[in-house]
């Protein structure tokens, strides 16, 4: 039987990223966990990211942002880039960085790094901006490339639990999706 729980959000999992972007001439990186896909053509992702984070101060003049996503490996440098303010820090040794083909800092040894074009950025008068980025190039590990195609079990990254604040690895796969529905016969009435 299950119980109300009130209002909450309960979205599990929530993928770890690192964003990536220029603030006052140098690569910043902030670790955020509300973003998601929004479309294929062309692929568009949107972010939530918090006013008081340091990688939106300059966002009238922000064109081009990364979105990475770390290994299991880099999880305590992910943690600091997320407690820790660019304010207060300068985050831009925090991972190895290379450029991506429009100058947006990428975490070097991520397995997985998006670089995106500004598209929008909305104010939603609350404690966020909403960020829709447009993938202009995607950089893979070589290692995660599997007969051509990106092979997120060898990628290792993560999820992002908040209401325990806990960081989880990716599991087995269930099924194969767009297969196993075809089985289904539906509910026995009882």
Known sequence: ????????????????????????????????AW?????????????????????VSERESLEFFSVNFPSQEQVAAVDYCGIISGFEKDKSSVFPVERGKHGAPLVADAPLSLECRVREI?????????????????????????????DVSRMKTMAYITKSSEY????????????????????QKQ
């Open 1 to 32: 039987m299950r119980k109300p729980y009130g209002p909450a959000l309960y979205f599990y999992p929530l993928p770890v990223i690192v964003v990536g972007a220029h603030v006052k001439g140098k690569p910043t990186f902030t670790t955020i």
């Open 35 to 55: 973003g998601t896909p929004i479309e294929d053509e062309p692929p568009l992702v949107l972010l939530a990211v918090a006013k008081e984070h340091y990688i």
């Open 122 to 150: 909305r104010d939603i008068g609350e404690s966020c901006w909403l960020v829709i980025g447009e993938v202009v190039e995607t950089y893979i590990d070589e290692g995660c490339i599997v007969n051509g195609k990106p």
């Open 168 to 187: 989880r690895a990716l599991g087995e796969v269930v099924a194969k999706a767009r297969e196993i529905g075809k089985s289904f016969q539906g509910r």
